[in-house]
């Protein structure tokens, strides 16, 4: 999606450990109307794959999942990041390691709001190493859910988490796919 990369370029800022910051227009200030042209090439892309409900995790996935669900005319679940207390038998739920922050989390669903009736689009603002998404992949196989696939806004190919979901034969669409950047001169190269 050229808008998005010329966006990026623009106002993308690289940091050290493989983190490119896009606060600007993504992850704090949020700009509505390139959200809503995401939104727009996500239900472009799967419009025909029968997207019953669309799934992504607090918090950043929020905003473009919502954005997505007005096209599609669906609901969007996100799963949350649990407090100890939340987790019985109501939930579904997923242990997920987060490389970029190093720490491990439990994210939950609840039963009364995914099942084996669905079919979801999962939507996420980056992938990296793929372990959020491989954990919302859990929850729908435990819920019965089929999966159109999986829509991601940012994807840093060179980290492979995309890629290895690829070869599973899951359908992946990045709309902007970082193949390496550098954070000493800035640089960002897109996979064409
Ligand atoms: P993975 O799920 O693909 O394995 O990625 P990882 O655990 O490494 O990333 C976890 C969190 O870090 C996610 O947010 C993800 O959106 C964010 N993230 C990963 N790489 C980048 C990056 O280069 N830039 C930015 N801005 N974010 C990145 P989260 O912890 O779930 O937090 P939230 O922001 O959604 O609340």
């Known amino acids: 999606m050229q808008l998005l990369k010329q966006r990026i370029r623009e106002e993308g800022v690289v940091k050290k450990g493989n983190v490119l910051k896009v606060d600007s227009f993504l992850n704090h200030r949020i700009d509505t109307q390139l959200l809503d042209a995401i939104g727009e090439e996500f239900y472009r892309l799967f419009a025909d794959a029968g997207v019953t409900k669309i799934v992504t995790i607090e918090a950043s996935g929020i905003g473009v999942a919502v954005m997505a669900a007005r ?41 009364k709001y995914l099942s084996a009736e669905d079919t979801v689009l999962v939507i996420d603002d980056f992938l990296a190493n793929g372990e959020a998404t ?53 640089e960002i190269v897109f996979r064409e």
Do not use: C
């Open 71 to 111: 096209y599609f005319g669906v609901p969007v679940v996100f799963a949350k990041k649990a407090k100890t207390a939340q987790l019985d038998d109501e939930f579904y739920s997923a242990r997920i390691h987060s490389f970029t922050h190093n720490n491990d989390y439990t994210a939950i669903i609840s039963r």
């Open 134 to 186: 491989r954990g919302l992949l859990t929850i729908l196989d435990d819920a019965g859910a089929k999966l159109a696939g999986v829509g991601i806004v940012i994807e840093k190919g060179f980290q492979g988490g995309g890629d290895k979901l690829r070869a599973e034969g899951i359908r992946v669409e990045s709309l902007a796919l970082i193949d390496s950047m550098d954070w000493e001169t800035g």
